[in-house]
């Protein structure tokens, strides 16, 4: 363990996504996947480093890199046996730098560049210790678990007592849910057979491949178009048939009251949430759509900034559905709080992934929040998205639309060298195309 | 009127502050005052130029640098003609850009930035006008003030058509509150008497030189040492007397439940207000703080990131003093949609200030408020600070505790060239002492 982070480098890594319109939507019609890339470097001679990443779409990745470069000052330097003995008070010190911090504070590009750094930590920690970082959490105590929580703003509503009450209600039952889920997987659903930009023929085809390989939980793309709306719904819910679950993505396209009116002509496809259904600042409308279409579920999370937004959305009963994203909350000391909230509020985790390096995250995440935290599998699944996997050295494992348990050592988020060079931004041989 | 802006500069440009804690407080213990500074230039004979900042606390200013690099290319290259047509448009243009709203949405670094070009774009345009913005806008019929506001997001509290009713109330008046502004000024209160990091005998000085000035109204900081607070406020109500209003600031220092205990003892020091009590971000929270301690008003704005949060803070009734900060908010454009929301609710707008320039933007917009808005000084002051003005071009003139309207032309934002040269990070004079 003894060894002191001695280097932060990083990179501004993007796809050309855009190119085909995979990952498109309503709002964000032309991404390219993109990754703010950090690699932390220590001064022990076994040469482990630290990998991690924030996820962007293209545009703006520099600004992440700027922050990345901004809070390096607050690792490198700090041996790894101090961070970890008590990731909570570093977590802090990232976050509430006296200065950075008006630049969020806790959100925006610092926040995200935060968990890039965070995150690069646990990948190393995990390696250091020889064990996937999910099961470098289900072996902690309920004590360390907790330990690297930052209760801050969040005690109003859950107390580390709680907090640790919650683990040690779980926690006797670990080693038979970690076993079922080197057995089973961990469930999921499929989002990229529905992106907004696809035409109708590609989206059936795609519905078709998915069914063939096992998929059961499908996601589409909503917007601001009724009758396409309509078509699209319909479209692939004949495809998938009347059993299959089906989930609608408007990713912050209406305002409250349209919400509620598209939403309306959308109820006779059975959808299990609507996703994102406006601004995700929204706490009070996010609570009025909810209450305006039940039976039909409100899912959102993967642009809300931080733990205090997502106690509000379970204080304010706003959501069904809790969709953080790894690289917006900063980091995964935060995704833990994250968990210990929802399962005080019994809202069931299903993280927001696709993009790039977002699967990969989020694996981890639902390993955690099973084994240890909320013990549950009911209306829990990670999304899924059929892009850009072969440029991971470990690239998830999905059988049967089941996630199964990463087995290398760390974050599962080092990328291959070589990738990493064709898509450098603007360098990168996939750049001078 | 026609002319085309054909180049964008910006300029990391800071002030070491720290050195002397002007500034300081329970969370921000050391800031140095920055600018992200920008220029836009045409291709018009006269030269104008349009001037606009972001304010930061000095590292993290080169990443909102980088953000305002980010936005350039949707502003380089317009028509100022075609922009000020439709400024709603033109807003929801570079706060919605496809790529770049994935490490905001209008939060953090890219809203900063943000701020700092669409004000910028004010500044021009007033200068062409040959007015002061608030004087510009203060001619506007209601229908061109309501074109320059994007209602997404806000439908479901605040129409158009309401706004529209509620500028047209207060249309016919106008003159006369103009009249009354620039003979007597805009009321204000004063902070830099108060801030955390000076002894008692200099806060003791401040508070007598303040007086003797005029001023009536002191906010000091507060924290997380109880006795400390309990002290500050003793000393402080010494100096000004019974009579004089008092206000506290905890600059988010404090949990929810923190805040009702700490504001206890502060009680009989009959404070008008505690500003930032929590998180930012926690409406929810605001609103049981402020139950809790009624009749001490809730102030705060300062850290929310857009008008989505000052709608559900009004919503929730969770605050008494609405305190936005106009280079937080993406620009005038969007600080005029929260005057409009303020108003609804029947909110006292307080605009944050200090800083370097925020006084200067603020005079503008509490006079747009009080002339076209809510018509109402009631409760409604601008914060004042005594720092930085000697650097602008136009600074702000404070008589008797009161601002009197700027009479230059644009935004009252101009730094003089030889404070920029010698601001500038890491280049400057100042930082190379």
């Given at each position: 363990m003894a060894?002191?982070i ?5 990179r ?88 950075l ?9 610092i ?19 020889r ?28 107390s ?7 683990l ?11 076993a ?39 996601k589409?793309k909503?917007?601001?178009d ?54 995700p ?21 993967e642009?809300?900034?931080n733990?205090?937004?997502?106690k ?8 069904d ?17 994250v968990?210990?909230?929802?399962a ?57 639309a ?13 990328m ?18």
């Amino acid at each position: 363990m003894a060894r002191t982070i001695s280097g932060l480098s990083v990179r501004d890594i993007r796809a050309p996504t855009s190119r085909t319109l995979a990952g498109s939507d309503a709002v964000h019609t032309d991404p390219d996947y993109s990754a703010t890339y950090v690699v932390l470097k220590t001064d022990a001679r076994d040469t482990l480093e630290g990998h991690g990443i924030t996820f962007t779409l293209g545009r703006g990745n520099e600004v992440c890199v700027a922050a990345v470069r901004a809070l390096q000052h607050l690792v490198v330097g700090s041996a790894l046996e101090s961070i970890v003995a008590d990731m909570g008070a570093f977590w802090d010190r990232l976050v509430h730098e006296s200065q950075l911090r008006w630049i969020g504070p806790e959100k925006g590009a610092i926040h995200l560049a935060t968990a890039a750094i965070v995150n690069a930590v646990w990948d190393l920690y995990a390696k250091v210790e020889r064990k996937p970082v999910w099961k470098l959490v289900a072996d902690m105590t309920p004590q360390q678990f907790v330990a690297c929580v930052d209760f801050r703003y969040m005690t109003d509503v859950l107390s580390r007592d709680e907090a640790l009450e919650i683990l040690r209600r779980k926690s006797s039952t670990r080693a038979a849910r970690e076993a079922q889920m080197r057995k089973e997987g961990y469930p999921a659903y499929i989002t990229s057979a529905g992106w907004m930009g696809y035409p109708d023929d590609k989206v059936r085809q795609l519905c078709r491949e998915a069914l063939a390989q096992g998929w059961t939980r499908f996601k589409i793309k909503v917007g601001r178009d009724s009758a396409a709306n309509v078509h699209r719904a319909e479209l692939v819910r004949q495809e998938i048939g009347p059993d299959a679950t089906m989930m609608m993505d408007a990713n912050q396209a209406w305002d409250v009251g349209e919400a509620i009116e598209f939403m309306r002509p959308l109820a006779r496809f059975n959808p299990l949430w609507i996703e994102e259904p406006t601004s995700p600042d929204d706490i009070l409308g996010h609570a009025t759509i909810r209450r305006a279409i039940h039976p039909i579920g409100v899912a959102t999370g993967e642009h809300a900034a931080n733990r205090v937004m997502f106690k509000q959305l379970m204080q304010a009963d706003a959501i069904d559905f809790c969709q953080f994203d790894n690289c917006r909350l900063g980091g995964l000391n935060e995704v833990l709080a994250v968990l210990l909230l929802a399962a005080k509020f019994g809202v069931p985790v299903c993280p927001h992934a696709g993009g790039i390096g977002l699967c990969e995250y989020a694996q981890h995440v639902s390993l955690i929040d099973y084994i240890c935290v909320s013990g549950s599998l009911d209306n829990r699944m990670i999304e899924f998205a059929d892009h850009l996997h072969e440029h991971f050295r470990d690239p998830v494992v999905v059988r049967g639309a089941r996630y199964m348990p990463p087995a290398a050592a760390g974050f599962s988020i080092e990328m291959l060298p070589e990738s990493l060079d064709a898509f450098e931004f603007p360098a990168g041989r996939e750049w001078k195309k």
